[in-house]
């Protein structure tokens, strides 16, 4: 199967959690928090969203940084996505 986004949303695969800090210490599932970056599998084809036009600015394969709370999660075929606005995706990682 496949995720096809509509209108201005984007398919996100949430990057690996860090397991360790930079200090060295190993944390426990529980307490790492879960990253903001994610990389772009799908992109919707923009248009005309609520009465305005959307230009997609972020492409397959970007690496980006996305708001906290954005976002739908979904799980496929055993692998976990997330699918968000265009404009709650914050940056572009290069």
């Known amino acids: 199967m496949k995720l096809v986004p509509?209108?201005?949303?984007?398919?996100?695969?949430?990057?690996?959690?860090?397991e360790t800090t930079k200090s060295g210490i190993v944390l426990p599932?529980?307490?790492?928090e879960k990253p903001q970056q994610a990389e772009v599998i799908a992109v919707g084809p923009g248009g005309v969203v609520d009465g305005k036009e959307v230009k997609m600015e972020v492409e397959v394969g970007n690496k980006v940084i996305y708001s906290k709370y954005a976002g739908t999660e979904v799980k496929l075929d055993g692998e976990e996505y997330i699918i968000v606005k265009q404009s709650d995706i914050l940056a572009i990682v290069e």
Do not use: F, S, Y
Not at 29 to 32: D, H, K, L, P, R
């Open 29 to 32: 599932g529980q307490a790492q």
């Open 6 to 18: 509509l209108g201005d949303r984007v398919v996100l695969k949430q990057l690996e959690a860090e």
